[in-house]
Each structure stands twice: as structure tokens, then as C-alpha cells.
């Protein structure tokens, strides 16, 4: 089942065409008023409805069968750039179809990668990971503030007044270090991925080149080809999420790894808004010092089948 972070009048309008509905009839089923409803829409990215209203079109997703997910997809994935009518619902994708976990600490959703080999590196040579499970998305500025409420863990710099924007909760959370990231993770009850571990999360187990394959298509991503030139919501680009349903291994932010190069430096994956498509191929390398924060850097965590028992 496609998963929807924060619902906009861009899904608003994506969602109720691929229901068949009218504004009318979706007004009936969220108990609010047509107008309102053409409101949000004709406002896209810029409207975001109330929770209540949030928490009924989850509700409504839900009970939308197959064919309404894959048109769904179809129409955001149309909206994000004309290289993208080509792509293959991922509903038919049976790792896609709600079967993700919550984590019994954060409760964030996390996707099962099963022990066994893949094909990593440049050379796509075999290496065998254990079972691990990983965040479904990157940390978000939302589940960073519960995090900072939490343990007094100072909140990013580009926070106006020590809040983030509402227009920015689903976005994925930067400019944080290794460090950062790490105090989070552990706050979790769970870790930072090793590069193996992210790597094969993105690639699957066939060595191929991206997450949604061998295809150089920078509009299934958030990279600098895309032009959009800033991080945009973690579940966005449905089309290209990774074999085990993974959202945002290529672009937006890069990703922090617990794999360490040198003596106070660590791996980054995954590449960001400001890479070109070619930085985000998840066998590149990339590092840095434990205690850089960009804002283009940020992170998702990941655990054992241990950690995910309550």
C-alpha cells in the first residue's frame, strides 16, 4: 500500500481522482464541505489539512483496493516529471502492500530485509548481510522534535525560534552530525545501518544500479537534475522506492552509515537535493567527520530482529 507522510491538496487531489469521486463524494466520506475540499486542492503543496481530516484519508487509503493504489502512484509519480508515466505500480509489488513493521520504541515504520547475499560494491561483488530491519524513511524533522523534547538533545540550527516549520515536518530533518545521529539511534533502541546494510536495503539483491533499477531517472528522485533544490517530503517519490519498499535511498539527503573509513569519520549513502543522479548510485562512496552537519545531510536508523521485540 502506498504510504502517505503528510497529506497535502497535491495527494488530496491525486487520491480522489484515482477514487472515481467527485469533490462532493469525498466530502461526504471526510465530513467537511466540497468548497473545502477544492480549497485544499487548488492550494497543493501549500495546504495541509488538519489531523482529524489527515487521519481519515489514511483511513480512506487503507480501504482502497489495488487498482485505486496504483492509479494513485500514477498520478503523483506524473506530477513529479514526464519520465515518470512509464513506471509500474508498485501495488503489484507485494513487499509494498502494508507488511511494514513498527518499531516497538519509536514507532516509526520499518521494512524486513532478509539475511542472505547480495551483489555490492562497484564491482557488484557478493557479500552476505544478516537479517536487519531498516526505517521505511528518513528520519523527519517531526520524529527529530519528539526526540529533542525527549532528552534536552539541542534541536537544529535552521529551526526559526527552536520550531520547525510546519510546512517542513515531513521533510527529512538536516544538518545533523554523526554524532546527532547516533544519540538519536540509541534513543530509538536501535542503530545507524552499516554501509552493507543501507546498500543492500537500496540495491536488493541482483546488483542493480538504483533502487528501481538499471534506469538513469533522475525524476524518481529528489537529486539536482530534478531542479526542485530543496528537500521535499520523504514519501514523495513513490516510484522510486527500493525492492523491500524503502523510500528515499537516492537523493534528498545523504545518509549517515555506522561504518567507519577512518579514525572519526563515517560512510554517507544515498546522495541529495544538491548531487547529480550519478552521486546517488547506492555503490558510491562518500564519507566525512563525525561532527559535520549540512544541510543536505541527515539519516534513517536500523536494527536487529532482536531490537524490533517489545
Not at 577512518?262 to 562518500?286: D, H, I, M, Q, Y
Request: proline share 6%.
Amino acid at each position: 500500500m502506498p504510504l502517505v507522510t503528510q497529506w497535502t491538496g497535491r495527494e488530496i487531489k491525486a487520491f480522489r481522482t484515482a477514487m472515481r469521486m467527485s469533490l462532493l463524494d469525498l466530502s461526504h466520506e471526510l465530513s467537511v464541505s466540497d468548497r473545502i475540499i477544492a480549497r485544499w486542492e487548488s492550494e497543493g503543496n501549500n495546504c495541509i489539512p488538519r489531523m482529524i481530516n489527515q487521519a481519515g484519508l489514511d483511513t480512506l487509503l487503507a480501504r482502497a483496493g489495488a487498482d485505486v493504489h496504483g492509479r494513485f502512484v500514477g498520478l503523483l509519480a506524473a506530477a513529479d516529471g514526464p519520465a515518470l508515466h512509464q513506471l509500474a505500480e508498485p501495488a503489484e509489488n507485494p513487499t509494498i502492500s502494508g507488511r511494514y513493521t513498527r518499531h516497538p520504541r519509536d514507532g516509526r515504520l520499518m521494512a524486513r530485509i532478509p539475511e542472505g547475499i547480495f551483489l555490492g560494491g562497484a564491482q557488484c561483488e557478493p557479500a552476505w548481510v544478516d537479517e536487519f530491519y531498516i526505517d521505511v524513511f528518513p528520519v523527519t524533522n517531526a520524529d527529530y522534535a519528539r526526540f529533542c523534547a525527549a532528552t534536552g538533545h539541542p534541536v537544529p540550527q535552521y529551526w526559526d525560534g527552536g520550531r520547525c516549520a510546519q510546512r517542513h515536518y515531513d521533510h527529512p530533518v538536516v544538518e545533523v552530525s554523526w554524532r546527532d545521529a547516533q544519540a538519536f539511534a540509541t534513543w530509538a533502541g536501535k542503530t545507524l545501518p552499516a554501509a552493507s546494510q543501507w546498500e543492500k536495503a537500496a540495491r536488493g539483491t541482483t546488483g542493480a544500479t538504483f533502487p528501481w533499477g538499471d534506469q538513469r531517472t533522475a525524476a524518481k528522485c529528489n537529486v539536482r537534475e530534478t531542479g526542485v533544490g530543496a528537500t521535499t517530503s520523504v514519501s514523495r517519490y513513490h516510484s522510486g522506492v527500493s525492492p523491500y519498499g524503502v523510500y528515499d535511498l537516492v537523493g534528498n539527503v545523504w545518509e549517515w552509515c555506522s561504518t567507519s573509513s577512518t579514525k572519526g569519520r563515517f560512510e554517507l549513502k544515498g546522495s541529495a537535493f544538491t548531487s547529480p543522479l550519478f552521486r546517488g548510485e547506492p555503490a558510491v562512496w562518500n564519507d566525512a567527520n563525525d561532527f559535520m552537519h549540512d544541510d543536505d545531510t541527515g539519516f534513517r536508523c536500523a536494527c536487529t530482529p532482536e531490537q524490533m521485540v517489545p
